[in-house]
Structures are given as C-alpha cells and as structure tokens.
C-alpha cells in the first residue's frame, strides 16, 4: 500500500513538473486544449491500476524482507573485536597499562625528588632536560640503531628494558639510602661561595646528582619503552584500519594505570604520614613505589614473552609472510651521520619530529611556570606528592572520557582533525593560565569569591591545563602519531621513530626549556619572561598546525596507495 502511495504521489509530481515546464510556445486556445488534454491524461494514470514494471517493482519491493532489528546483546557483540583481534589487542592494552603505570608513578617521584631536593627547586627542570636528559636521549638513539642492526626486534626490547628494572631497583635500595655520603654538599657549598648566584641551578644538578640520574631514567622511560619500544611493536602487529578501530580505545585500560598509580601514590603519601619518628618517610615510600615499578615492568615483560610465542606465530592475528620479508630482509647499515641524513631527507620523518617537538616544546613552556606555582603552594615533598597522586588520578579519568570521544573524532573527521585537536587544547588553555599571571590582580576578587587564594588559583588552573593537554595527547596525539608510522618501510620505522620519539621528545622539552633559560638571563625572572613565553607559545602553535596539515595529506597518499 505503502508503495502504491509512492508510486501515484511521483507520477501526480511528474504530472505537475511538465504542466509547469516553461515553453516557447505562444498560447492558443488550441495549445490550452492540448495542455489540458495531457494534465486529464496524467490524472487518468494517477488513479488508474499500476503499470507493469511498476507492479514489478511494488512486488520486488515488497518481496524484499524489512532489516531485522537488532537486540542490545547483538548490538554489544557486533562491538567486540573477533577472536584473532582480541587474541593480540588484550595483550598489547595490558602492556600499555604497566608501562603507564610505571611512568606515572616515575613522572610523580621524580619531581618530588628534585624539585624538593636540598636548595633545588623548579628552576632546576630546564637545565636538568637541556643539559643531561637531551645527551642521554642522542646517545641512546646511536646505540638504539646499533643494537638494530645487530639484533632481532624482540631481543632489543628486552636489552633496552631490563637495565631500567635493575636501577630503579638499586635506587630504592642502595642509592637513596647512602645519599648523604653520596652527594657532596660540602664542595658544591664551597664552590657557590665563589659563583654567581646565575650558577644555582646546575649546581644543585652536581649537588644532587642521584636525583638528577634518576630523573633522566624516569624521562627515558617514557621516551624509550612507552613511545619507542611499545608502540614499535604494536605497530608491528597491527594494520591500519585496526589502528584507525582500536588505538583511540587501546589506551582506555592503560590510562586506568593513571587513575590507579595516583591512588597508590596517595595511599604511600598517608602512610608516610603516619610513620614513627626517627624513621625515614621517603625510604619507606620508595620501597614501596619501586617495588611496584619491578612488579610492573616484570609483569609487561612477561606479556612480551606470551606475545611472541602465541601472537607473533598465528598466521590469523599476524601476517607471516610479511614478517619472513623482513626478517629475510637484508638490514642496511648506517653511521650515526649518515641515519640521520637518511631521516632528514625524509619529509614525512620532518613533520613527525616536528609534531613531536612542539608538543615537548609546548608543554614545557606551560608545565615549568605552572611547577614553580606548585612548590610554593605546597612546599612539604609529603603534600606535593599527594597533590600529584590525585592530579595523575584526575588525569587518568579525564583521560578516560576523550578515549571514547577520540574514537568518533577519528570515525567521523578523520586523521586530520585528530591531530589538530591537541595544539588547539594546549592552546586555548595555555592561553588562559597565562591570562592568569599576567592580569593576576584582575582575579583576586574571583579567588576570594571562589573561597581561595591567588596562588592555589593558578595552581588549581595550571591542573585543568595539564590534564586536559596530556588526556588529548594520550587520547588523540599519539593514536595519531603511531599510525602515521605504519604505511612506513622498516628502516623508516625503526630509526626513523627513535629519532623522533627519544631525540625528538627531549629535543622539544630542552627547546622550552632553553628558551626559559634565555628570557630568565635576559628579564631577571620566570615570571618577568611570561609575556613573552605566551608570544612564543602562539607561535609554536602555529608551526604545530602546519607540520600537521603537512603530515596529513602524505599519511593519506600514503595510506591509499597501500589500499
């Protein structure tokens, strides 16, 4: 009935559409007659049975069984990933998770460490990333691509992960304790009597070296194992379009890590609290912390292992004969100046170091102002680490949320504009914590309506604008970043992503941090050099977009071509 309706309403507006059909004809009585003659005609076929080829198409039509609905449970199983998909994708978010849940809880007790260490400070940060982190990061990168062009993939990650294990291990058990022997407070005191006070700062590097050591180990774990070492293999086990379905959604379970290590975090913060006097808070604490980091790094270790034993062997969860290319595959090798030439010449290597390093710029430029605001709001290392356990927390959830978000932004706009939502987040809220220092007197009334105070303000500001920075990276930068390396050849893949993520990474926080370095020098202090860290910001942003856009239309040459 339906479509008998439908077929009489297309012939009544066929009908109407040649009434009105403009003609060149002079009116006549006689063309009037003609013209009445067709619209009584197309009356007649509006009310008259159905043609054949309609009656045709009304039985086809109705022959033609209605899409059965589906239940809910159908619904939530056509969402689950198939059986050869779980089998690899489990493993590999698990993975994820111990790694993050390690760097969290690193990222956390660095900075308790330095910042808080004796006459060391925020200021500290810049010259720490610029003149002992940016080294370390180029020379692992020369003995990275070494050691690829010696061993197996699988062999170098564990190489590479295990020394990381033995240390953090070493330092909660032999290093900390005997730092009083350890650190020569004494010479360095001898020597800034004779210094300027400009040479504070790296000072306080030599004075505390072995916070200074571990802070450079806790930065290479993120650099190293989270961006290099995983997600070269998960690269490697993963095609395009499963990257495009699940890396929005694959960090979902490791950024419960983050939720979890800022509570485990607080939890040793309050057990410190409660401590017996003449009992050592942070000794305690860091028997605690890296036992967990141990726990965590052999845990993903023997993830790795199941991986290439089950994973890497099934021909239904990864292609086989793609894998015996490359391992037949003679290995090109290189000198340390000729590896990078052959990533300096790569355009499409630029723009993702480019990317990388202006996110490390970005962030660093903000995170630096908002660290020094942070220590003078809560000088005591027991209160910074539990303001830093619930901040991990926060940005874990927040995290969690663009997750899911990031999943239809990748579905419904594409690469592009997932990679242009995290400069857009890094600027609009950079923007506003920098608004804040430099009309401060403007918000003193919102901060005592608001029942706080100025400084706990651009504290609680400068959060919301890490959080929201690092949940639309961990979200959508580096889903972005990682699939851009797939359509890559292996050398591309392997030097070429060591360049960018251990060099690049580094490389950008020393760019933010050496900019500070010159504006402190040339305005007297942080907060003098603020107007212009927000010119500089901008214009970081800018170059950011660019490098994206760029980036974007080879991803997606290079993606169809593969199609």
């Known amino acids: 009935m339906i479509f008998r309706k439908v077929s009489l309403l297309l012939a009544v507006a066929c009908a109407s559409t040649y009434a009105f059909v403009p003609s060149r004809t002079v009116v006549t009585p006689r063309t009037m007659a003609v013209q009445s003659q067709s619209a009584s005609f197309a009356a007649?076929?509006?009310?008259?049975?159905?043609?054949?080829?309609s009656a045709r198409f009304m039985s086809d039509a109705a022959a033609a069984p209605e899409p059965e609905k589906k239940s809910l449970l159908e619904k939530i199983k056509s969402v689950i990933p198939p059986a050869n998909e779980r089998k690899k994708l489990v493993p590999l978010a698990m993975m994820f998770f111990c790694i993050l849940f390690n760097y969290t809880i690193l990222r956390d007790t660095k900075d308790v460490l330095m910042v808080t260490a004796p006459k060391s400070g925020a200021e500290v940060i810049p010259f720490i990333k610029t003149y002992v982190n940016l080294p370390t990061a180029i020379g692992f990168t020369a003995l990275y691509a070494k050691l690829c062009d010696k061993y197996e993939q699988k062999n170098v990650f564990y190489i590479c992960t295990i020394p990381f294990l033995i240390f953090f291990a070493l330092f909660a058990a032999v290093i900390y304790p005997n730092v009083g022997v350890l650190h020569p407070h004494a010479f360095i005191d001898s020597i800034a009597a004779v210094l300027p006070a400009g040479f504070s700062a790296p000072l306080s590097i030599i004075r505390n070296w072995s916070y200074a050591v571990f802070y450079v180990m806790a930065e290479m774990w993120g650099s190293v194992v989270a961006s290099l070492l995983f997600w070269s293999f998960a690269n490697e086990v993963t095609t395009v379009d499963e990257a495009k379905k699940y890396y929005p959604l694959f960090g979902m379970g490791a950024n419960v890590a983050l939720i979890f290590s800022g509570q485990y975090v607080k939890w040793v913060s309050k057990l410190r609290a409660n401590l017996a006097p003449g009992v050592d808070p942070w000794g305690m604490s860091l028997n605690y912390l890296m036992g967990a980091i141990v726990a965590g790094g052999t845990a993903m270790l023997g993830l790795f292992s199941h991986m290439q034993r089950n994973v890497m062997t099934?021909?239904?969860?990864?292609?086989?004969?793609?894998?015996?290319?490359?391992?037949?595959?003679?290995?090109?090798?290189?000198s340390l100046k000729e590896s990078a030439k052959f990533l300096m010449d790569s355009p499409y290597i630029r723009d993702l170091a480019l990317l990388v390093i202006s996110y490390g710029m970005c962030i660093n430029i903000v995170e630096v102002s908002w660290k020094a605001k942070l220590k003078a709001a809560f000088p005591n290392p027991n209160e910074y680490s539990m303001f830093m356990g619930n901040f991990s927390s926060a940005t874990g959830t927040v995290t969690l949320g663009m997750m899911l978000l990031g999943r239809t932004i990748f579905e419904k706009f594409g690469w592009r504009k997932a990679a242009l939502v995290t400069p857009t987040m890094i600027g609009v809220t950079g923007a506003a914590f920098f608004a804040l220092q430099l009309f401060a007197p403007a918000f003193v009334p919102i901060a005592a309506a608001l029942g706080t105070t100025p400084l706990m303000l651009s504290v609680l500001v400068g959060a919301a604008q890490n959080i929201l920075s690092k949940s639309s990276k961990y979200s959508l930068f580096d889903?972005?970043?990682?699939?851009?390396?797939?359509?890559?050849?292996?050398?591309?893949?392997?030097?070429?992503?060591?360049?960018?993520?251990?060099?690049?990474?580094?490389?950008?926080?020393?760019?933010?941090?050496?900019?500070?370095?010159?504006?402190?020098?040339?305005?007297?202090?942080?907060?003098?050099?603020?107007?212009?860290?927000?010119?500089i910001l901008g214009g970081l942003i800018f170059m950011w977009y660019r490098a994206a856009n760029s980036l974007a239309t080879q991803f997606e040459a290079a993606t169809e071509g593969e199609a």
């Open 314 to 334: 099934d021909p239904a969860c990864v292609d086989q004969e793609k894998q015996a290319l490359k391992k037949n595959k003679k290995k090109v090798k290189m």
């Open 44 to 53: 007649q076929i509006s009310t008259s049975a159905p043609s054949r080829s």
């Open 479 to 535: 889903p972005c970043k990682e699939m851009a390396y797939i359509p890559l050849d292996q050398d591309s893949k392997t030097k070429g992503k060591a360049a960018v993520d251990v060099v690049g990474n580094p490389l950008g926080k020393s760019g933010g941090s050496m900019v500070q370095q010159i504006l402190i020098f040339g305005v007297g202090s942080l907060a003098a050099a603020t107007p212009y860290l927000a010119v």
